[in-house]
């Protein structure tokens, strides 16, 4: 879908980027896919539902978003989309990484064999938005949920990077010459599709009207730190959850963490083949984050120096690469040599390595937050039966000799109450 190219320099009208023979745009696998058409009556409700039943088992639990995994989703969201342009070997090891960012956007295999229109598969994309605002509002109205505030957040951050490039992709409009020496504003995904045309007007209108909603979302934790106002309550008690883990003076870095997701997919998705402002911008963003220092627990700010350091060196043996098929290339013309050989596919093999290592230090992560939870909660429940059976010997140790003590228990031995009745001598 994003190799174009113009025929002839006489050519007339927009470019050709729809599938054919029968098979169907996948904007997530980004190529033409041939399936059953039972596939989207059956699939599609189901995935629904498996969204749906997320979100509320999401809010339901009431836990902190945990800081630890700001950079690690950071890089596992980006890297697909960064790494679009690789060399074509690369391509037979990407999408993995590629399934688990979309997997963990709630944006699975809604576009699969739907349309063979890359409008209709863009469009399938607000799925997921469309879901978290629908469960967000209905959760906000249960009155048994204490803090339903803290799975908003943790929403918010899981679908923001999947709903920013949905909206910048479907606004991606290159200009192209046509004939006369004028230029026309083309569709980048579909290049039978001119830019606010037909059924374009409507999709590139809510494409403006969510990626407004994303800048009002990243903004908020920094507005209210600076006003700081409360209200609406629930407004304000949706930002208070986002300060969450970081220091006092830098509690407002929720937006910052928005902000760089922001940036670099409008400087990815319109320049799709120059990685170099996409590497300025999360250098820049890195390098802030290692000088404040927002976060409240050191082991956070190592996480981001580790994947940065990966980064740096996947890019690193990137341009390497490009350096040396220019000289196999030229190698190649003279006719001493052959370009193709075990160096792209032993290369990919080395690409591969950094490219998953944010995914395996996300699951490293995870279990090391999962075994402190188990920790705390164990220690927290035997320092309540350690609190409550010296509560008991130290009543006990209150009675005299000659008293009797009843005690009376309510079945599960962890409660009991004492009973003294004392002895008078008539």
Not at 155 to 174: D, K
Not at 214 to 243: A, S
Request: glycine residues 6%; positive net charge; proline residues 5%.
């Amino acid at each position: 879908l994003r190799k174009y190219v113009l025929k002839f320099s006489h050519s007339k009208g927009p470019l050709c980027g729809d599938c054919t023979n029968g098979s169907s745009v996948s904007v997530l696998l980004s190529r033409c896919e041939k399936c059953s058409p039972v596939w989207p009556a059956t699939v599609i409700p189901l995935l629904v539902v498996l969204d749906l039943a997320a979100y509320v088992v999401i809010i339901f639990l009431e836990k902190p978003f945990p800081a630890w995994l700001y950079s690690s989703l950071f890089y596992i969201q980006l890297l697909p989309y960064l790494t679009e342009h690789f060399p074509l070997s690369f391509n037979q090891v990407r999408p993995y990484l590629y399934y688990v960012s979309s997997g963990l956007s709630f944006y699975f295999v809604y576009d699969f064999c739907v349309s063979s229109s890359a409008l209709v598969s863009h469009l399938l994309r607000y799925i997921p938005l469309l879901l978290a605002l629908v469960v967000g509002v209905v959760m906000l109205q249960i009155k048994a949920l204490r803090n339903p505030y803290n799975g908003l957040w943790w929403i918010t951050i899981l679908i923001y990077t999947h709903t920013v490039h949905t909206c910048v992709s479907i606004l991606n409009c290159p200009s192209l010459p046509v004939e006369g020496g004028e230029v026309e504003w083309v569709w980048f995904p579909s290049g039978g599709e001119r830019c606010f045309h037909g059924w374009h007007v409507p999709l590139g209108i809510a494409a403006i009207l969510v990626l407004c909603l994303c800048v009002f979302v990243m903004l908020l934790p920094l507005l209210y730190h600076v006003f700081k106002v409360q209200k609406p309550h629930w407004l304000w008690r949706c930002v208070e959850v986002t300060w969450q883990g970081f220091k006092e003076e830098w509690r407002w870095w929720g937006s910052v963490e928005l902000c760089r997701r922001l940036v670099l997919l409008l400087c990815i998705v319109p320049f799709p083949r120059n990685e170099y402002p996409a590497i300025f911008i999360i250098s820049v963003f890195s390098t802030l984050t290692l000088f404040i220092q927002p976060y409240k627990k050191p082991a956070h700010i190592l996480v981001e120096v580790i994947l940065l350091v990966d980064m740096s060196i996947l890019v690193f043996i990137r341009m390497t690469h490009n350096i040396q098929e220019t000289f196999q290339a030229v190698y190649f013309t003279t006719g001493s040599g052959d370009c193709h050989g075990n160096t792209i596919s032993s290369l990919a093999t080395l690409l591969a390595v950094f490219y998953y290592f944010p995914l395996f230090v996300l699951l490293a992560s995870l279990l090391v937050w999962v075994g402190m939870l188990a920790r705390a909660a164990k220690k927290q429940s035997r320092g309540s039966t350690g609190y409550k059976l010296k509560q008991h010997s130290t009543s006990f140790n209150m009675a005299d000799e000659n008293d009797s003590v009843l005690v009376m228990s309510n079945g599960d031995g962890l409660c009991a109450s004492v009973v003294y009745v004392k002895h008078v001598e008539i």
